[in-house]
């Protein structure tokens, strides 16, 4: 890999464009300053106007589909956006558990929030 297509040259060159914009020094003032080289802060400026920035990826969110959750009578009943109700015994954590675990898997598989698909 050469050096100009390291992606931390390029980051560390955009940032340092990004300082000589605010500076309000002249070019070779800031190259003195950020000890380069006057030729290679052109060249770099060059070649950084003619790529576009590349956009850091997004981590993507889960598309978790909104439920309401009621607790009456020890009993968690949680209501899936497609109509279908599911009921839980409020003091068995690990039923709960498994249950929203397997609402997840199921939106994860199917994007829809819902279990029966």
Same mark, same amino acid.
């Given at each position: 890999? %050469?050096?100009?297509?390291?992606? !931390?040259k390029v980051a560390e060159w +955009?940032?340092?464009? &990004? +300082?000589?914009? !605010?500076?309000? /020094?002249?070019?070779?003032?800031?190259?003195?300053?950020? +000890?380069?080289?006057?030729?290679?802060?052109? #060249?770099?400026?060059?070649? /950084?106007?003619?790529?576009?920035?590349?956009?850091?990826?997004?981590?993507? *969110?889960? *598309?978790?589909?909104?439920?309401? =959750?009621?607790?009456?009578?020890? =009993?968690?009943?949680? #209501? /899936?956006?497609?109509?279908?109700?599911? #009921?839980?015994?409020?003091?068995n954590v690990d039923a709960v558990r498994t249950v929203v675990g397997? /609402? =997840? &898997?199921?939106?994860?598989?199917?994007?829809?929030?819902? *279990? %029966?698909?």
């Amino acid at each position: 890999m %050469s050096r100009s297509s390291d992606p !931390s040259k390029v980051a560390e060159w +955009r940032l340092r464009l &990004r +300082r000589f914009s !605010s500076s309000r /020094l002249s070019v070779t003032k800031f190259c003195a300053k950020e +000890r380069v080289s006057t030729p290679t802060f052109y #060249q770099w400026r060059k070649r /950084l106007a003619k790529a576009p920035a590349r956009k850091p990826k997004a981590a993507k *969110a889960p *598309a978790f589909r909104p439920v309401t =959750v009621v607790t009456a009578d020890q =009993v968690v009943s949680i #209501q /899936l956006s497609g109509g279908a109700r599911i #009921q839980v015994p409020s003091d068995n954590v690990d039923a709960v558990r498994t249950v929203v675990g397997e /609402l =997840v &898997r199921a939106d994860q598989v199917c994007g829809t929030g819902d *279990a %029966s698909c």
